[in-house]
Protein backbone atom coordinates (compact mmCIF):
# COMPACT_ATOMS: atom_id res chain seq x y z
CA UNK A 1 0.00 0.00 0.00
CA UNK A 2 2.67 2.54 0.68
CA UNK A 3 4.72 2.24 -2.59
CA UNK A 4 1.03 2.31 -4.56
CA UNK A 5 0.44 5.65 -2.22
CA UNK A 6 3.70 7.06 -3.37
CA UNK A 7 3.09 6.62 -6.90
CA UNK A 8 -0.07 8.00 -6.86
CA UNK A 9 0.83 11.23 -5.11
CA UNK A 10 3.71 11.54 -7.48
CA UNK A 11 1.36 11.01 -10.63
CA UNK A 12 -0.76 13.51 -8.81
CA UNK A 13 1.78 15.61 -8.20
CA UNK A 14 3.26 15.77 -11.49
CA UNK A 15 -0.49 16.69 -12.96
CA UNK A 16 -0.08 19.39 -10.60
CA UNK A 17 2.80 20.98 -11.66
CA UNK A 18 2.47 20.36 -15.69
CA UNK A 19 -1.31 21.94 -14.98
CA UNK A 20 0.10 24.88 -13.69
CA UNK A 21 2.80 25.50 -16.13
CA UNK A 22 0.66 25.15 -19.45
CA UNK A 23 -1.81 27.84 -17.14
CA UNK A 24 1.12 29.95 -16.85
CA UNK A 25 2.65 29.29 -20.12
CA UNK A 26 -0.95 30.06 -21.85
CA UNK A 27 -0.76 33.15 -19.47
CA UNK A 28 1.87 34.74 -20.11
CA UNK A 29 1.67 33.77 -24.24
CA UNK A 30 -1.06 36.47 -24.33
CA UNK A 31 -0.18 39.44 -22.42
CA UNK A 32 -2.18 42.06 -24.27
CA UNK A 33 -5.87 40.37 -23.38
CA UNK A 34 -5.13 40.81 -19.70
CA UNK A 35 -3.99 44.24 -19.73
CA UNK A 36 -7.28 44.64 -22.02
CA UNK A 37 -8.95 43.72 -18.95
Known amino acids: MTEIGL ?3 RLLSTIAVLSLLVCLGGC ?10
Open 7 to 9: NCF
Open 28 to 37: GADPERIEDY
